[in-house]
């Protein structure tokens, strides 16, 4: 386990504020990496370092900048690396795999967003070098960063230092970039790159200067990488200080948009690194005081809280409609950038309770893409929009269809989730009320927010197929649990269903009585009439719902024939992978072991549909049965919640932590391929629905708190109809 944040716990409230790394750990350099990721909701930056280390992963990623790959259909394309810095000390290249590391020491400040690292290094040559690296993406504006190097020495050296941009990057192996152009003078370095198949421009640019020392610069540079150079002796106890200021535009949004990089970069220069970081730090100054949830007496908890919110602001589309946050943010290569329910269900609560403006973007980004899942729909044989389990930049449905499996190389695996995961239609509709309920934007409700409704509902109204037992059945479908695919009546699909389609007939009513001529342009549009309003209310009552004695529900037609494994072994905490990797795809299917608490979920979503007795039942029988530990990450802060509901806050807590260390201690020893998003989003659910109950009903709203019992204190702001409210929960 990485305890890469561990060690400054004990440091008290600064360390709330900050991930700090001593040391250097080549092991865990891709985790590192994802740890330091830092952005502006437009532009992320892992934190690669400035000079590279053999076998890293560097990468920044932009919304919107798509190219299309073989297998998962499209990714996000790396961007030209704008923060390398290259460093001779007496002709010597510095790297920390080369002379001698003599102290490491990196820390990310969440309250600014700024990455700095100290390093002291032996040269080859014997000369000692302090070196302090600095870097943010400016969080006011989308399109500039900024890098910093300090160089001293303890004797005279001979430094050469060269600062550019680089188009010779790679998605893991994959190119998307040719160059189209670039150049160099003494001040500013510019590079023009197209995406290979989608043809998307971009622009990059920095304007580097040099202060404590005199040195000329000079424009130099190779084919797709163009660079300004210094060379200049360094006396002992001066301190040279290399400012690279970056700006990097997509065709998307700019004509030229080289120009405009080049644009911004000298005039960031001009301005000066001070200018730009006031203008970043307000910015974070606004969003950290309606975003910040307070946690006392418990430093770990407050540190991995506000690292989650941290990565989710970076990677949210502050600045566009069009772009959403996918499963593994914009910090990895994991997923492809693709957005899932994950978005929804898990990332998109936080910003409609503190940050609604981005919500509302995250929202427009699925209005954006309703004729992808119209068309989805059509060729499935239904009406509606059928939005895609995976979803890129145009709606359009981008699931890979087959994967390799991680048990055996050699074998490909059937992906069916793009093809029969259809509950996130009803996970974008339910997102869409709960922004409504707790916004109260009536406005967006109108323009947008109904035809998404009401355009899923006539989706389910035509997927539930009638059978002889007078029931609506939406057979072969795969549940959140999916350890188990390919299963009819999937209690959590068949119930938001039957709630979308509630939903939609009561948006209906609203829109027709509030906005009639919206009503009177999107009814006709999306062939609504009396007897389709019908059919839904139809679909809703007779949608296949059984429920057993104590009001416990089975997860799908057949599951609780399914042979029960020994909890004992699913609660061994020597094991280190999960259950499907120990039985294997169908040996996992054959048992009632659970990836992610499925019926639970159904219970945390829609609460009114259990009652305490239910609530209790079905928290009973399937809890135990959850591989929490090295099943989905998605499941940990849900199961807290649902713990607090069950009057188990202790219990609740240790799912809390699993969420909390996901990333921060790489638990699923896979954060090296980005931030858990939904474990992120669903931190926040876990404390704020959870851990200090807040609801908000029809009426207003409360909060049933439940705190662990070391918890002294915890505070949180969210707005409520445009009144921002604070919320005090002491022990
Ligand atoms: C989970 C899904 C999730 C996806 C992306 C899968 O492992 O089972 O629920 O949407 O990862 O995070």
């Not at 940050?355 to 209005?367: G, K, S, T, V």
């Not at 851990?691 to 049933?704: K, R, S």
């Not at 918890?711 to 921002?724: A, C, I, L, Q, Y």
Request: net charge negative; proline share 4%; hydrophobic share 40%.
């Amino acid at each position: 386990m990485n305890e890469l944040h561990a060690v400054d716990l004990a440091a008290g409230d600064p360390a709330t504020w900050r991930i700090t790394q001593h040391g250097f750990d080549v092991d865990a350099q891709h985790h590192s990496e994802t740890v330091f990721t830092i952005g502006n909701g437009q532009m992320c930056v892992r934190g690669s370092f400035e000079e590279g280390y053999p076998d890293d992963h560097p990468a920044a990623f932009m919304h919107g900048v798509w190219d299309d790959m073989p297998v998962s259909v499209t990714e996000l394309a790396n961007l030209p690396r704008w923060w390398g810095v290259d460093l001779w000390f007496d002709g010597q290249r510095f790297r920390l795999d080369t002379g001698r590391l003599l102290s490491f020491t990196r820390s990310l400040d969440l309250r600014t967003g700024v990455l700095s690292r100290s390093v002291r290094w032996e040269a080859p040559s014997g000369a000692v070098v302090e070196l302090g690296f600095e870097r943010f993406v400016d969080f006011s504006s989308p399109h500039r960063a900024a890098v910093r190097v300090s160089v001293a020495s303890d004797r005279p050296v001979r430094v050469r230092t060269r600062a550019g941009l680089d188009a010779h990057v790679e998605n893991t192996g994959l190119l998307h970039w040719r160059l189209v152009g670039q150049d160099a003078d003494d001040a500013v370095a510019w590079l023009h790159t197209r995406t290979r198949a989608t043809g998307i421009d971009l622009g990059s640019a920095c304007a580097v200067t040099l202060d404590g020392v005199e040195a000329d610069a000079v424009a130099g540079g190779t084919d797709g990488v163009p660079t300004v150079e210094h060379t200049f002796e360094l006396s002992s106890g001066r301190t040279a200080t290399l400012t690279k200021q970056v700006a990097v535009v997509s065709g998307i949004d700019a004509s030229s948009p080289a120009t405009e990089a080049s644009r911004l970069a000298r005039d960031a220069a001009a301005a000066g690194w001070d200018a730009l970081r006031e203008a970043s730090d307000a910015a974070w100054l606004r969003v950290w005081e309606r975003s910040d949830v307070v946690i006392e007496g418990d430093p770990e908890a407050q540190v991995a809280l506000r690292f989650s919110l941290f990565q989710l602001l970076i990677a949210a589309p502050r600045f566009t409609e069009h772009a959403s946050i996918g499963a593994k943010t914009l910090s990895g290569f994991g997923y492809r950038h693709h957005v899932f329910w994950d978005t929804e269900t898990f990332m998109v609560p936080p910003f409609s309770y503190t940050q609604p403006e981005i919500a509302r973007n995250m929202l427009l980004y699925r209005w954006h893409g309703l004729a992808g899942a119209r068309q989805k729909a059509r060729a499935n044989g239904r009406r509606g929009a059928q939005f895609p389990w995976e979803s890129a930049g145009t709606g359009e449905e981008v699931t890979p269809t087959w994967m390799v499996d991680p048990g055996d190389q050699s074998t490909l695996v059937r992906v069916w989730t793009g093809d029969i995961e259809i509950h996130i239609t009803a996970d974008i509709a339910l997102a869409v009320m709960q922004y409504w309920q707790v916004s109260g934007d009536d406005t967006f409700m109108r323009d947008h927010g109904a035809e998404l409704v009401l355009d899923g509902a006539a989706f389910w109204a035509s997927a539930a197929t009638s059978e002889d037992d007078g029931h609506f059945h939406l057979r072969n479908v795969v549940g959140p649990d999916e350890y188990h695919d390919r299963v009819d009546d999937n209690a959590y699909t068949n119930h938001l269903a039957a709630w979308h389609l509630r939903t939609a007939g009561s948006v209906a009513v609203w829109l027709a009585e509030r906005h009639p001529e919206r009503w009177s342009e999107l009814a006709p549009a999306l062939d609504l009439d009396a007897a389709e309003l019908e059919r839904w209310s139809e679909v809703a009552q007779a949608m296949h719902l059984p429920v057993g004695p104590d009001g416990l529900l089975e997860q799908f037609e057949g599951y609780f024939a399914l042979t029960d494994l020994d909890v004992a072994e699913l609660r061994d905490p020597a094991r280190t992978i999960s259950m499907q990797q120990r039985y294997g795809f169908e040996g996992i299917a054959a048992t009632q072991v659970l990836k992610q608490p499925d019926v639970l979920m159904l219970a945390y979503l829609l609460p009114e549909e259990f009652s305490g007795e239910a609530l209790a039942s079905n928290y009973a029988y399937y809890d135990p049965r959850t591989d929490h530990e090295h099943g989905s990450s998605l499941g940990p802060a849900i199961s807290a919640v649902m713990a607090c509901r069950a009057g188990e806050p202790e219990v609740g807590y240790q799912h809390f932590l699993r969420a909390a260390r996901a990333d921060l201690l790489d638990v699923r020893h896979n954060a090296g391929d980005g931030i858990h998003g939904a474990s992120a989003g669903g931190l926040w659910q876990a404390v704020v629905f959870g851990f200090a109950g807040l609801e908000v009903t029809a009426d207003g709203w409360h909060t049933t708190p439940m705190l662990p019992k070391h918890w002294t204190r915890v505070e949180f702001g969210f707005d409520h109809h445009g009144v921002h409210r604070r919320v005090v929960v002491e022990a």
